[in-house]
């Protein structure tokens, strides 16, 4: 299974970005898609747990304390992708972002990861 983060880039503080994932496995086969951040000289973190029904649409399970209420996670089954929506971004959440699937197989669990997006806020 491919991942693919987009949509980072460089905002000021206040703003707001929204990231996209795509996954080269359709959503509905999916079972969650998570987004973490690693800022430099930190380890990866999580940023939200969502998991994905058999519809393909996305319930978000757990956001970090850092980042509730001013992000938001989602899917769009027709575009087959998740969303990392972010608002009131603030210079500590500059990071590089992932997209992390897993993916039911039967007899395993696959684990995916993109290569992230880079998201730097500042003024």
């Known amino acids: 299974v491919q991942v693919a983060e987009s949509g980072g880039g460089l905002v000021q503080p206040g703003g707001s970005l929204r990231l996209s994932c795509t996954t080269s496995?359709?959503?509905?086969?999916?079972?969650?898609i998570n987004w973490y951040r690693q800022a430099p000289g930190k380890p990866r973190e999580l940023v939200a747990l969502m998991i994905i029904g058999s519809t393909g649409i996305g319930r978000p399970t757990k956001y970090a304390d850092s980042v509730k209420g001013r992000f938001t996670v989602s899917t769009d089954v027709a575009e087959n992708r998740a969303y990392l929506q972010m608002n009131s971004l603030n210079p500590g959440d500059t990071a590089v972002y992932y997209c992390?699937?897993?993916?039911?197989?039967?007899?395993?669990?696959?684990?995916?990861w993109g290569q992230g997006t880079q998201v730097t806020v500042s003024s």
């Open positions: 992390n699937a897993l993916r039911d197989w039967g007899d395993y669990v696959g684990d995916y």
């Open positions: 496995e359709s959503l509905i086969n999916v079972n969650n």
